[in-house]
């Protein structure tokens, strides 16, 4: 069975760090890029971060960078998103995504499998 699922999340306060991980099951985790979406209140969900199969290449939005660091761990099929100086406008539901594909666009399309989703609440 293919599953993704996000952990990590959490109520954290602003200028805080949290890391989130997404373990991968029923996958040849290596062959996948993945990446991180998250769906902020109101708004659309938004590419976040994306990596590579090997890990060797990362892309970021503009509004994270510096912020956060994406890494995986393929012998352990798991991605990970390094979230530090949180702000309270990081508050969101993030979802993780596997795509045989790597790019630099962030497209949700591009991405065929999906988490459920791990709550961030950024808030004093």
């Known amino acids: 069975q293919l599953q993704l699922m996000e952990s990590g999340g959490g109520l954290v306060q602003p200028g805080g760090s949290l890391r989130l991980s997404c373990a991968a099951s029923?996958?040849?985790?290596?062959?996948?890029?993945a990446a991180w979406f998250r769906q902020r209140p109101g708004k659309e969900r938004e590419g976040v971060s994306s990596?590579?199969?090997?890990?060797?290449?990362?892309t970021y939005a503009d509004s994270v960078k510096g912020r956060f660091t994406t890494s995986r761990d393929n012998a352990k099929n798991t991605v990970y998103l390094q979230m530090n100086n949180l702000k309270p406008e990081d508050t969101a539901i993030y979802y993780c995504?596997?795509?045989?594909?790597?790019?630099?666009?962030?497209?949700?399309?591009?991405?065929?499998?999906w988490g459920q989703g791990t709550q961030v609440t950024v808030s004093s």
């Open positions: 995504a596997l795509s045989v594909y790597y790019s630099d666009y962030l497209l949700e399309s591009d991405y065929t499998y």
């Open positions: 029923g996958f040849d985790f290596d062959y996948y890029a």
């Open positions: 990596i590579n199969s090997s890990g060797g290449s990362t």
